[in-house]
């Protein structure tokens, strides 16, 4: 009986040491817990026009989906339309970059100078986890490919530990300079349409007829001086209000105006 038991004991004994290399052995073949992209990933903008000359962020143009996130993305075969390289959009360009906010309480143009770094980056750029698009300032029409040209094609790789998903043949088309909204520059040629522009909106009664003007009773026109001018710092703004004989109107009679 008692050799019996032992070798009951020793029978079990061998089964469990296998079991044990077994599921050990398991252990180590288990797959990494790795990140999944998901086809419902999509960009859901792929025609791009910023304005040359100012910081253009394209937001809410990328739908998540079902993909694991952190996403990292970047922008890969920048080329023009035609197909040749387009290093002007790949090479790094010294810009501005603000490190703390603009609230509108600075006193000097020190102050808002104060606010901003000057960092390396491509003129146009992908924000690398959100898949939003920005155009710098620092792009300018005298060397970036500006409307009517066809501009450029670009492709975005978007990848996680479990993969990487390409979005292809995405269109940036830039339209030319304007230095205020609204203006008379023409976005597509860069050339005047007209002489002046007119106000978006506006609530002004008239001090002879009594009745409200529309935007189209007014005429706004911005004349740039030259600098070296007695007086001129380069900084500065002023204000003509003229009627519709060219007579001056005295600015105090807008001191209600919001």
Not at 61 to 68: A, K, L, P, V
Not at 79 to 86: K, L
Not at 132 to 139: D, I, K, R
Request: net charge positive.
């Amino acid at each position: 009986m008692k050799m019996k038991i032992n070798k009951y004991l020793l029978s079990t004994l061998t089964i469990l040491s296998g079991i044990t290399l077994l599921l050990g052995s398991c252990k180590k073949n288990l797959p990494d817990n790795r990140l999944s992209i998901a086809n419902d990933s999509q960009y859901t903008q792929f025609f791009y026009q910023p304005t040359l000359g100012r910081n253009t962020l394209f937001t809410n143009n990328f739908t998540y989906g079902n993909s694991s996130r952190p996403l990292d993305f970047k922008i890969v075969n920048m080329r023009t339309f035609g197909g040749e390289p387009a290093p002007e959009l790949t090479k790094l360009y010294p810009v501005k970059v603000w490190k703390t906010a603009y609230d509108g309480t600075e006193k000097s143009l020190a102050e808002i100078e104060a606010k901003r770094v000057i960092e390396n980056h491509a003129l146009f750029e992908v924000r690398p986890h959100s898949g939003e698009f920005l155009m710098w300032a620092e792009a300018n029409s005298n060397m970036i490919k500006a409307q009517p040209d066809s501009g450029y094609v670009f492709d975005v790789e978007m990848s996680n530990t479990g993969g990487r998903k390409y979005f292809q043949n995405m269109r940036l088309s830039p339209l030319r300079e304007r230095p205020y909204e609204p203006s008379p520059l023409d976005p597509i040629t860069g050339q005047g349409i007209s002489t002046s522009i007119s106000p978006s909106s506006m609530f002004i009664t008239g001090q002879r007829t009594g009745q409200s003007l529309t935007s189209n009773d007014v005429r706004i026109v911005f004349n740039k001086l030259p600098k070296g001018l007695p007086g001129y710092s380069g900084h500065s703004i002023s204000f003509k209000f003229i009627d519709t004989l060219a007579q001056t109107i005295d600015p105090n009679k807008f001191a209600l105006t919001d």
